[in-house]
């Protein structure tokens, strides 16, 4: 697997050289600072109102982890969601509409490592971008109590979506050369695993807790609150590795369609 | 070296290789020939592992290309059709990323790829990015990037095809110095290409080989026939049906002008200056000889006999 350092690294060379990255984290960045100011200023407003009105709200919990980093990560789970397609529908969609994957695969190097190159080269900018974030609890830490534990694990919950939802984008790139087409197969996917749920009310028992295990949002939700819970791990290593398998799967059956 | 034995490729209903089989010998420079459409750039994709045939086999140095796929990538290198490179790296940069995905060691990497620049005439755009770099310049990285890791095979397809006169010596000067140190297998169209930088060719047309391991003995015994061209006043299909009574092969015909009935005609198969003076004598008793020319039949007729180009597709 050698030479899966070197795809990563040159994968990584041409996300930092490219501009959609800058733009994608610049709007990222935007869209999150502004929402944990909205939600900042609220949460002090709050502490503010509880604390002159007679502590009326004592038995609430009115820490900064559920006024202010409990709905931020649901709002960049969200914002995950939009964005992450958009990092990936590069990676193989280019390379086949360009030509540069017929000198890759006949170098001596596996699809497989092909595949972790590219995975983890944009794992690596998701991690710098849920990295940079963690300045808000820093400042938050500075004027108040911020609880880190909960934290970890909303952003372990953050990191599990992004790269679930990564490993489904490179599959969706792996079966056209038009990265639009590439980027919609990714949401169309990734909606229906996360709207799953809601039409779980409607079916008969069994199968509705199926689909409720299926459904990304639910596995979500408890890791942002500060569960970790080994079920919701399990998900989303085992949902990634089912894409990763399609796409091996889909790259070997491109070769034969050629 | 190669060894290709009862190769086919079909897409759907179309058949793009039929019942392909040759060899090549190690440190043999052979050329794949053919007109465009041909199934040649299939051949070559196959035996660089980046499309499977349909049926039969191809071996490297007696590993079958699906089978050994990784084995047979290390021995390698390839040049495709249309040479497509990571644009927003530099050539340099390039380089050394191939450099290492050929598993070259670390040490030597870079001394290789700084010697390869230098052979390949691209060590002044190092620092250039390759979308920067003219078709040729991207042409010569695709041949270093080919030479890279020192393989023992090189496929090149079609390496000279939409360069400039003096980018295409560059790159034949650069593909003639491998010759002897590998075993090189080229596409190309180019008759005079073939025939300068190859020991031998085979010729395929509509995927089928027509004409197989001409060695240079041979291509000159086949070039040197003597051939008539003769311009002659007449009857397209009764001058034709009558020189082809007489024996003779008519290779070539093109039409001067219709109006005046007047073809050029190349006729082979009169190597002596009797057969020469008989054929003249005829066509000058029955119709109008305007001009007799004394040609060699030049690589460009041979490949037009054996690939099955008649008189009326040129004409």
């Known amino acids: 697997m050698r030479n899966l350092k070197y795809i990563a690294r040159m994968e990584l060379r041409i996300y930092f050289t490219t501009p959609i990255i800058y733009i994608l984290a610049t709007v990222f960045f935007g869209i999150c600072g502004y929402i944990f100011y909205d939600l900042f200023v609220n949460f002090s407003e709050y502490s503010f109102r509880a604390i002159n009105l007679d502590r009326m709200v004592l038995n609430e919990n009115i820490s900064a982890n559920t006024l202010v980093f409990m709905p931020l990560f649901s709002y960049m789970g969200f914002f995950l969601l939009l964005i992450v397609p958009l990092m990936t529908m590069r990676l193989f969609a280019e390379e086949k509409k360009i030509g540069t994957i017929e000198l890759l695969v006949t170098y001596p190097t596996t699809k497989a490592e092909i595949l972790g190159g590219k995975f983890v080269a944009s794992s690596c900018v998701l991690v710098l971008m849920l990295g940079a974030t963690f300045i808000y609890p820093v400042l938050t830490g500075m004027f108040g109590t911020v609880y880190f534990g909960p934290l970890l694990s909303g952003y372990l919950g953050l990191l599990l979506q992004g790269l679930t939802i990564m490993s489904i984008g490179i599959f969706s790139s792996s079966l056209t050369e038009n990265q639009i087409v590439s980027a919609i197969i990714t949401y169309g996917i990734v909606v229906i695993l996360s709207s799953l749920q809601w039409t779980a009310d409607s079916i008969p028992q069994a199968a509705r807790q199926v689909l409720q295990y299926i459904s990304m949002s639910a596995h979500l939700s408890s890791l942002t609150s500060g569960v970790i819970d080994t079920r919701d791990i399990v998900y989303f290593v085992l949902i990634s590795a089912f894409f990763f398998w399609l796409t091996l799967r889909s790259l070997e059956s491109e070769r034969w369609r050629k | ?315």
Not at chain 2, 61 to 85: C, F
Not at chain 2, 195 to 222: F, P, T, W, Y
């Open chain 2, 1 to 315: 070296m190669i060894q290709v034995t009862k190769l086919n490729k079909r897409y759907g209903n179309q058949t793009v290789l039929n019942d392909i089989s040759f060899t090549v010998k190690k440190g043999e420079i052979v050329g794949v020939l053919g007109p465009n459409g041909a199934g040649k750039s299939t051949l070559m994709k196959i035996i660089a592992c980046f499309i499977p045939a349909t049926s039969g086999s191809v071996k490297i140095d007696g590993l079958d290309v699906i089978a050994d796929s990784l084995e047979v990538r290390k021995r390698i290198g390839y040049l495709p059709e249309k040479v497509q490179l990571y644009r927003d790296l530099t050539v340099q940069k390039l380089l050394e990323y191939i450099a290492l995905i050929k598993q070259m060691p670390r040490s030597k990497y870079k001394d290789q790829v700084t010697d390869l620049m230098n052979i390949c005439g691209i060590a002044h755009v190092a620092h250039k990015h390759v979308r920067k770099l003219s078709k040729g310049y991207c042409q010569r990285v695709g041949i270093a990037q080919a030479l890279l890791g020192k393989p023992e095979l090189l496929i090149l397809d079609e390496p000279t095809v939409g360069l400039d006169p003096r980018q295409i010596v560059d790159i034949r000067r650069i593909i003639k110095q491998q010759s002897g140190k590998k075993t090189v297998i080229i596409s190309t169209h180019m008759l005079h290409e073939a025939s300068m930088l190859c020991d031998s060719v085979i010729i395929i047309v509509n995927g089928r080989i027509v004409a197989k391991e001409i060695q240079h003995g041979l291509k000159d015994s086949l070039f040197s026939n003597t051939c008539l061209r003769l311009r002659v006043q007449g009857p397209l299909h009764q001058v034709r049906s009558e020189i082809r009574a007489l024996g003779h092969e008519l290779i070539l015909q093109q039409t001067i002008s219709n109006v005046d009935q007047v073809y050029d005609f190349i006729v082979s198969g009169v190597d002596d200056s009797r057969s020469q003076g008989d054929i003249a004598r005829f066509i000058a008793g029955k119709w109008t000889l305007l001009e007799l020319t004394h040609v060699k039949k030049s690589l460009e007729d041979f490949f037009l006999d054996v690939t099955g180009y008649s008189e009326e597709d040129v004409s």
